[in-house]
């Protein structure tokens, strides 16, 4: 069953009210079941790269009706728009984890493809490219109000890409095994083959319902290689035990350096135990009580699932990453004097020296306990 069946039971009354109260017009949208037959990429200005990185954590998996499907399992690498053009750019990374939907269907046909097919985020990655949004960018998805903000934001600063990476991961019960694929396997992998700023201040982790709950997780766990963490329409009602882990890793947090949370929601979505003030409020009153800085947004439309992640979520995620990125590259000079189409791109004139300033490598310990904000 589909996970918005099947999770997130305990907001069930809460949607009610709101859905009765609202009067949203229905969100023009596919059928689930439309969206996770589709395999093949959108065309898009955004090239997707298809890599399989072998694994000694994941011989084989799962997949749909229980059949083992052997490894490697293909991971897709978002690139920039002028990835292959503008050559002495480096680029900060976001990992993307689906949610219990594309574990289901396994790591062939779910795993990566959840999010760069069916959350559509090379288009969302055109749209914020372009540096203008209108309804249409959403699908309708989105109010006035939140679409106003969207442009304005772009205005003030605009959109910078960064490196998307979307991969297979196999549910909250096998997290140990998952962190050794994740961080011993695919990171190397991706700093080794492509231009990123290997350093935590450039590596960010997000997701989406479970796969969120598992990035708060992760990253709480491992905060020498994540700086940067979010969660889309976090499921804490099927995975009570994230505050409890994150709690227990906040001394470590700290230590090196902090993490910066972005967590969406939504009025309709049935894991939105933010606005009633339940985990996923406390989490992130935690969060702030301990120092970590925690941008959340509550958007008006789409109930839980691919609507969100396509349309405001999915946006608003992957620009707020890219403003993180940008600001910590013009502290250190990374990109400083290049060019883009013609036109210099801002910096402290460090140039390559910042560059290697920065690339000190996955949990460099020279970053560590150094504030990214």
């Known amino acids: 069953m589909r996970e918005h069946r099947t999770l997130c039971a305990g907001f ?9 109260a ?8 596919e059928p689930w079941a439309e969206i996770e037959a589709r395999t093949k990429f959108l065309r898009t200005k955004h090239y997707i790269e298809t890599v399989r990185v072998h694994s000694d954590a994941y011989r084989s998996a799962k997949a ?3 059949r083992e499907v052997p490894g490697p399992f293909p991971v897709h690498v978002i690139l920039p728009e002028d990835y292959e053009t503008d050559i002495q750019r480096h680029y900060g990374v976001v990992y993307l984890l689906g949610g219990k939907s594309g574990w289901d269907n396994g790591p062939e046909l779910g795993g990566a493809t959840y999010w760069s097919v069916w959350c559509k985020t090379p288009l969302a990655m055109d749209n914020l490219r372009s540096g203008q ?3 249409a960018s959403f699908q309708e998805n989105i109010s006035d109000d939140e679409l106003r903000a969207f442009n304005r934001w772009l205005q003030e600063d605009p959109y910078e890409d960064v490196i998307v990476v979307t991969l297979w991961n196999p549910g909250g019960g096998h997290t140990a095994q998952y962190e050794k694929y994740l961080i011993g396997e695919v ?12 350093d935590r201040r450039f590596r960010a982790i997000d997701g989406a319902c479970a796969g969120a709950a598992q990035a708060i997780m992760i990253s709480a766990r491992r905060p020498d290689v994540f700086g940067y963490a979010g969660g889309q329409q976090t499921d804490l009602g099927s995975y009570p035990m994230t505050p409890d882990v994150w709690r227990s890793n906040s001394t470590r947090i700290r230590q090196a350096g902090g993490i910066a949370y972005n967590i969406n929601t939504n009025v309709r979505d049935g894991c939105n135990t933010y606005s009633n003030r339940g985990r996923l409020y406390e989490l992130v009153q935690d969060m702030r009580a301990s120092g970590m800085p925690v941008e959340v947004n509550v958007f008006q439309s789409c109930g839980h699932g691919y609507c969100a992640y396509r349309y405001p979520n999915g946006h608003q995620a992957l620009y707020w990453f890219s403003k993180q990125f940008k600001k910590n590259a013009r502290a250190l000079g990374i990109n400083a004097n290049l060019t883009r189409g013609g036109v210099a791109t801002p910096g402290t004139g460090q140039g390559e020296s910042g560059r290697t300033q920065a690339a000190a490598g996955t949990g460099s310990q020279s970053q560590a306990g150094r504030p990214l904000w």
């Open 133 to 135: 949004l209108t309804k």
């Open 64 to 66: 749909k009706g229980g």
């Open 12 to 20: 069930v009354l809460m949607v009610f009210v709101l859905a009765g």
């Open 187 to 198: 990171i190397p992998f991706i700093d080794a083959h492509y231009r990123t700023i290997p």
């Open 22 to 29: 609202l009067a949203f017009a229905a969100p023009k949208e």
